[in-house]
């Protein structure tokens, strides 16, 4: 396993995360289940570049010990929808959002397009609302996520290059 970190971490490559169950195999039955991750997508950072909003789903068990995986590729000027046809989650509000002027600016917006004070009308503000807040999420902070992947990408370089001269 310390060969392949090694290895992992001189090709430059990162773990390109998962939507869907946490672990890709298992074996057992209830009473002793043994669940692990052991599929991953790796990519580098010219990959990580070209498909910054692509994304690694763990599909359902069919018949087999493993999940599937399927890698979403989408380059930076696209978006998906392709968790949403399968199933919309709860929307979350995150409380780092509340740092940012975006965010006010959005929930501002949507909750003065309308002077509707009906039970609708509130309703459709937060959904409105939270749509709005999902996509900025999506735009402002998946560029985050590859700006740390990429860092982490480069610190592992530097520490591969320290560590060979010592």
Not at 61 to 72: A, C, K, M, Q, T
Request: one cysteine or more; glycine letters at 6%.
């Amino acid at each position: 396993m310390r060969n392949f970190r090694e290895a992992v971490n001189y090709c430059g490559l990162a773990d390109l995360g998962y939507r869907g169950p946490k672990f890709t195999w298992c074996r057992g039955k209830a009473t002793n289940l043994v669940q692990e991750r052991l599929d991953r997508m790796l990519g580098n950072s010219e990959w990580m570049d070209l498909f910054p909003n692509s994304c690694v789903h763990h599909l359902n068990l069919r018949g087999s010990d493993y999940r599937p995986l399927l890698v979403e590729l989408l380059k930076a000027d696209e978006f998906s929808n392709f968790g949403k046809s399968w199933k919309r989650g709860r929307f979350h509000f995150e409380e780092a959002w509340v740092e940012e002027t975006e965010c006010s600016n959005i929930i501002k917006e949507q909750w003065s397009s309308s002077r509707t004070n009906s039970l609708d009308g509130v309703a459709g503000k937060l959904r409105l609302c939270a749509s709005d807040l999902e996509s900025w999420n999506l735009e402002s902070f998946r560029r985050l996520k590859l700006q740390v992947r990429k860092a982490k990408i480069a610190f592992n370089r530097i520490d591969k290059q320290l560590s060979s001269h010592n």
